[in-house]
């Protein structure tokens, strides 16, 4: 019999665990590389959790044990309460993974894409049309139901990509970068199909480098560099690691970044952070009231400031300033 969506959900919700992910002192080498080093991982049933670092961190290594794809050199993983290397055939029939590119055949038409799916899930062939029209009609695809995948946008085809990963629906939904690639449009659309996903009652466990996706969509997150949990807890707390204020200053002339410097330096001591893009500064404060002193010591230096704001530390600059590296978002703005 097939499974409603929504009833599944339901039912997930009767028999609800604590966390839905968990893992102790995770590790996997290849060859020489230590791709993940002693993770401690635990995510929250029902819940968005989102999994950072820079590219070459060991993200994508934890999806793939999580989803017995690979198995950990040692330490102990548990998803939807299984153990994973003990017990991998049932993890699989309670996980979907969406990889970073989308793994749907070209030369079929989005119905038949789900619809093969579907069979191959074991659906009937009335169940698996009835599923794929409902998932093309949630996903805005119903349009393009009969059109073969290969006309699609980047963005439909990584919307046909995540409802195929929902034709029978998970309790845990990995996705490993899904907006990789998108316009912003797209990538927007992506969101509102993650919350939509999470509402219902399916935990999600995201890997990204965008920031401002994490920041929007995941309740906790965890920064993994060289294989290392080296940051964890929410956006507000992660913020609030760097430092609690911070004053953004952006420069009308980026030569005048030494300067700039200087003055800052003159007023706040050592507590400019790493930044990626050469017109913007930002510093942390002990108070807010040094943010005027800050203005004054520019001026006097003779800086030219297009404009001044204080607030948190956003989660760019945290990132950067945990793993050294800018996130993909920082980099892309930095590019326009």
Request: proline fraction near 3%; glycine fraction near 8%; charge should be negative.
């Amino acid at each position: 019999m097939s499974r409603d969506y929504r009833t599944v959900a339901s039912l997930a919700s009767i028999h609800r665990m604590t966390n839905a992910i968990e893992t102790q002192e995770l590790a996997k080498s290849f060859g020489t590389t230590r791709a993940l080093d002693g993770i401690d991982l635990t995510v929250r049933e029902g819940s968005v959790y989102g999994l950072l670092g820079p590219n070459g961190a060991g993200k994508t290594t934890a999806i793939r044990i999580l989803t017995t794809l690979i198995k950990a050199d040692s330490g102990r993983a548990i998803v939807g309460g299984l153990d994973v290397a003990r017990e991998p055939g049932a993890v699989r029939r309670k996980v979907g993974l969406t990889g970073q590119y989308a793994s749907v055949d070209e030369d079929l038409t989005g119905t038949e894409n789900l619809v093969l799916v579907g069979r191959l899930l074991g659906l009937s062939w009335s169940e698996a049309r009835r599923r794929g029209t409902e998932l093309l009609e949630a996903f805005a695809l119903s349009d393009a139901a009969a059109r073969q995948v290969r006309t699609y946008s980047g963005g439909m085809r990584r919307r046909l990509d995540i409802a195929a990963s929902l034709v029978i629906v998970p309790a845990i939904l990995f996705l490993d970068e899904p907006t990789t690639g998108l316009d912003p449009r797209a990538r927007n659309q992506v969101w509102d199909l993650v919350r939509r996903i999470a509402n219902e009652g399916t935990t999600v466990l995201l890997t990204t480098q965008y920031l401002d996706e994490a920041d929007r969509l995941a309740e906790r997150l965890a920064v993994i560099d060289h294989g290392k949990v080296i940051a964890e807890g929410t956006s507000r707390e992660l913020k609030a690691s760097v430092g609690a204020n911070a004053v953004h200053v952006r420069l009308a002339d980026a030569t005048q970044g030494d300067a700039a410097r200087e003055a800052i330096t003159r007023v706040l001591g050592d507590g400019i952070m790493p930044a990626s893009d050469p017109m913007m500064i930002s510093a942390r404060l002990t108070s807010t009231a040094q943010a005027a002193d800050v203005l004054t010591s520019l001026a006097q230096a003779g800086v030219d400031v297009a404009e001044f704001s204080v607030g948190t530390p956003s989660l760019d600059e945290v990132f950067l300033a945990l793993t050294g590296k800018p996130s993909k978002s920082a980099t892309e703005e930095v590019e326009r």
